[in-house]
């Protein structure tokens, strides 16, 4: 494997890993829970997150590479925070199996994105018009509540996520075909498929995991 990639899959691996493990130290923590779900902490909490996406999304290529490794690290552990909830929630080996299952999952929509030869650019434009479609829909039953309604949003959110994961693979196998290595085109690739893993094991966990109740 070339070495953007080798970066890119690298710092994804790393984003992950302090995402889980913020998410698990905070779980274990009584007094942590609930300082970070026992007010409006929380909400600060998910606001910071969306703030922290739309700011690197946007300044990402013009920052230099330490900014921008810092700014993912930072992502990836603010992330950790909320993440606990899974630890909370769900019992912690079907929250490994869960996480193998999408680790298959992302493997295998990664290789498709990587091996075919279809130009896949074209169906970024459905998978943006999904995605927001997607998040309205989130929106919406937050107020309706409806445990089927979340089902299948889960379902088809995995569906653009697997789309997500061949598209953002294959952006990233052009631009090292063309002789890219850059450390913040890199650290961008690897955000995408962080945020594509993390989408596709949310909503696997939410159909098939186990909770503690």
């Known amino acids: 494997m070339n070495q953007l990639l080798s970066k890119t899959f690298l710092w994804m691996f790393v984003g992950l890993l302090v995402t889980f ?5 905070v779980s274990i923590n009584e007094n942590m829970v609930l300082s970070i779900f026992g007010g409006p902490i929380f909400w600060l909490i998910i606001i910071l997150e969306f703030a922290l996406v739309i700011f690197f999304s946007a300044r990402v290529h013009k920052m230099k590479p ?9 992502y990836s552990f603010v992330s950790g925070l909320t993440f ?9 080996g079907s929250v490994m199996y869960v996480f193998l299952i999408a680790a298959v999952v992302f493997a295998i929509f990664g290789a498709i994105g990587y091996f075919v030869h279809v130009d896949l650019n074209r169906i970024s434009t459905f998978l943006l018009m999904g995605l ?3 998040i309205i829909c989130c929106i919406v039953n937050l ?3 409806s445990s089927t309604f979340d089902l299948v949003i889960s ?3 995995l569906l653009i996520f697997f789309g997500f994961t061949a598209y953002d693979i294959q952006a990233m196998k052009i631009l090292s075909n063309a002789g890219i290595d850059n450390e913040v085109v890199a650290i961008n690739g690897a955000f995408q498929l962080y945020l594509d893993f993390i989408n596709i094991f949310f909503h ?8 503690k109740d």
């Open 21 to 25: 493990l913020t998410g698990y130290v």
């Open 66 to 74: 330490m900014t921008a490794k810092i700014c993912f690290l930072l």
């Open 84 to 92: 606990s909830s899974v630890f909370i929630g769900f019992e912690v």
């Open 132 to 134: 927001f479609a997607l």
């Open 143 to 145: 107020f309706l509540g």
């Open 155 to 157: 379902i088809i959110a």
């Open 204 to 211: 696997l966990l939410s159909i098939i995991g186990n909770s």
